[in-house]
């Protein structure tokens, strides 16, 4: 049973341009939720997708917008990139329904640089 | 304002003792509670969860204790082992921010080494 899986593991691009991150969920996941991790701090909630919608959305720019598609996989878009930019791009995949079902479990991550 | 707290950067224990990482919380909403386990260039694994409505959850060598009069939580490791060297996350949540579980609200981590 494959977990949550991320691509491309890294990427380097210049500012001003544009990314798009991707991430498959866990088998049997249907909602996708997107972090970022800075340098030596926990991860930063960016949004969550559930039905193909945005459900939920973090204190980030318009810049960061998603999608998700009808097999729940899910992309991180991110327009005009900045230096700050730069870090670990974490998604993460559960089950929505009873509280304890709801875990969140983790890819590993797409560590973007931005130059 | 950090609601999610992990006062402690850095924690070192010696093989087979007790590791214990500790986690404050200011929001009383927050309903669900977990811990991760991150290791260098990998995503978080998750270890432990309790809800609000329980003051102890134990798996294996991991128990998570909640004390909700004052917002703090703690996971114990006994025994300790080299392997359990990495950075652990405590992580928090609540429903009053849409009916399903809301997004994850970390702390910065604390690095634990577990020396032999």
């Known amino acids: 049973d494959a977990g949550v899986t991320q691509s491309p593991t890294h990427l380097i691009k210049t500012r001003g341009q544009q990314v798009t991150l991707r991430c498959s969920p866990k088998s049997g996941h249907d909602t996708v939720s997107w972090y970022q991790q800075a340098l030596g701090q926990g991860p930063q909630f960016i949004f969550q997708?559930?039905?193909?919608?945005?459900?939920q959305r973090g204190n980030f720019p318009d810049r960061f917008s998603g999608h998700q598609f009808p097999n729940y996989s899910s992309e991180l878009n991110v327009n005009a990139l900045l230096l700050g930019d730069s870090a670990l791009y974490l998604c993460a995949s559960s089950m929505t329904g009873l509280a304890d079902q709801e875990t969140q479990y983790f890819g590993p991550g797409t560590r973007l640089l931005v130059l | 304002d950090q609601q999610v707290k992990q006062n402690s950067p850095s924690l070192s224990v010696q093989e087979g003792r007790i590791s214990i990482l500790n986690c404050d919380y200011t929001?009383?909403?927050?309903?669900?509670f977990l811990w991760y386990k991150k290791y260098p260039a990998e995503g978080p694994t998750f270890l432990i969860s309790?809800?609000?409505?329980?003051d102890k959850n134990e798996d294996g060598r991991f128990t998570v204790f909640l004390n909700k009069s004052a917002k703090h939580l703690s996971l114990h490791i006994v025994p300790s082992q080299p392997g359990d060297s990495a950075v652990y996350f405590c992580?928090?949540?609540?429903?009053?921010?849409?009916?399903?579980?809301?997004?994850?609200?970390f702390g910065k981590g604390t690095k634990l080494s577990v020396k032999p």
């Open positions: 929001n009383s909403m927050f309903d669900y």
């Open positions: 997708y559930y039905e193909e919608e945005e459900r």
């Open positions: 992580a928090a949540s609540g429903r009053e921010y849409g009916g399903s579980q809301g997004n994850l609200i």
């Open positions: 309790i809800s609000s409505i329980k």
